[in-house]
């Protein structure tokens, strides 16, 4: 048992650490959430100091953090711009699906896994982090941009995909009847289905429930009313993301305008607790064997990820810039895949290996994808957006004339 001054040294050290390497991000022009997640690999299992006590802080507070960064994104929009943006994007959530959750299902019956584990890693695949994405928005400065509602209705679709799919594969490898995992499954569609219904209908009613003017009481009740919904949800077999992020749909008004102001720094600390977490959880000594395979894997599917957010962009209008924006937001995968993985290693059902190339894998993505989500805002990518788009004027002109 550790005591509570080591504790506080080991919280406090690194929690100062994060502070300097955000400082240090910001400064060169590179999103924090990569040297985050180095911090947690330096000083997790088999790193170069290894953080024992403050080990179930950290996964607390990640959980925290995931549950924070989706009410936040759900403040930023209102029920019936979900229900608008869920019915525009279900088309866009197939392809995904296809897209992204094939190439994972292929791969793994490639390395002789077999149909179980190809569920499994199809899932892993597929799934985008909402939570990394989120940041990536906000560091960004993107919320408020014309791409971002099809980024969240693909994320929307994805989480709640996941409702469904995470009782049904619970079911498959603990290999249950089909009417054991037909109850699993029917519990989460009525649990997804009644949380939209109060957030549709009772929505008003919530936010006048709560005191926009009391600073102390907002916040309380804001943030109490997350947890307590994330965790049924979560004790329903259904995602305790989904769970906050309907809260935050929920809310409207000044309620919801100044929730978000009052939740932003405490956003930011416990995003911060998620990245170094996941870090902490990924032993560095078992990446090596699975590099290879994850990389190809994370190349495929980062290329399909990026296609899905630059035809889901396109489909609503979206000007090119916007679908390459959408398309490489799309590309970190974090803790869903993370999730789904653990889900299938402790059943004992899968090879083990599938838990380090999927830490490997996310890692991979979540390291990437920051960066490459900045690549439209580079002056060279313009550039060769304008040369592009100069080209294609140039042939429809001369189609035309032909014609």
Do not use: C
Not at 24 to 42: E, K, Q, T
Not at 79 to 97: F, I, K, Q, T
Not at 102 to 120: E, I
Not at 243 to 267: D, K
Request: zero cysteines; proline letters at 4%.
């Amino acid at each position: 048992m550790h005591d509570f001054s080591t504790l506080l040294i080991e919280v406090g050290g690194l929690l100062f650490l994060l502070g300097l390497l955000g400082r240090l991000g910001r400064r060169v022009g590179l999103s924090p959430i990569p040297l985050y997640l180095l911090a947690g690999l330096a000083f997790g299992h088999g790193g170069v100091l290894e953080l024992s006590a403050s080990e179930e802080f950290f996964a607390i507070g990640a959980e925290i953090g995931v549950i924070l960064l989706l009410v936040m994104l759900g403040l930023e929009y209102s029920a019936d711009e979900l229900v608008g943006s869920l019915r525009s994007a279900a088309p866009a959530g197939l392809l995904d699906a296809l897209l992204n959750a094939l190439p994972g299902a292929a791969f793994a019956l490639l390395l002789g896994w077999g149909w179980l584990a190809a569920v499994v890693l199809g899932g892993i695949t597929w799934v985008s982090s909402s939570g990394v994405i989120a940041k990536i928005l906000a560091d960004l400065g993107r919320l408020g941009n014309r791409e971002t509602p099809v980024i969240l209705s693909v994320l929307v679709v994805e989480d709640l995909a996941m409702a469904f799919y995470l009782p049904l594969l619970t079911a498959l490898l603990a290999g249950v009847g089909f009417v054991k995992g037909g109850v699993s499954l029917a519990v989460a569609v009525l649990t997804v289905i009644a949380v939209l219904v109060v957030a549709l209908r009772y929505g008003n009613v919530l936010s006048r429930a709560l005191s926009a003017g009391n600073a102390e009481a907002l916040l309380l009740g804001v943030l109490g009313l997350t947890l307590l919904v994330a965790g049924v949800a979560a004790k329903l077999q259904v995602s305790a993301a989904v769970g906050a992020f309907l809260v935050g749909i929920a809310l409207s008004g000044p309620v919801a305008h100044h929730a978000t102001e009052l939740l932003t720094p405490l956003r930011d600390l416990f995003a911060a607790v998620f990245f170094v977490f996941f870090g902490l959880a990924t032993d560095p000594r078992h990446i090596p064997p699975v590099l290879l395979p994850a990389l190809l894997l994370a190349l495929a599917t980062m290329g399909t990820k990026t296609l899905t957010g630059y035809l889901a962009a396109r489909r609503v209008g979206i000007a090119e810039p916007g679908r390459w924006r959408a398309g490489l937001a799309l590309v970190p995968r974090g803790e869903f895949s993370i999730v789904i993985a653990g889900i299938a290693v402790a059943s004992g059902s899968v090879s083990p290996k599938l838990a380090a190339l999927a830490a490997t894998y996310v890692l991979i993505t979540v390291v990437t994808g920051p960066v490459l989500a900045r690549l439209p805002d580079l002056a060279w990518f313009k550039g060769w957006l304008r040369t592009r788009a100069a080209a294609q004027r140039a042939q429809a002109a001369a189609a035309s004339n032909r014609a």
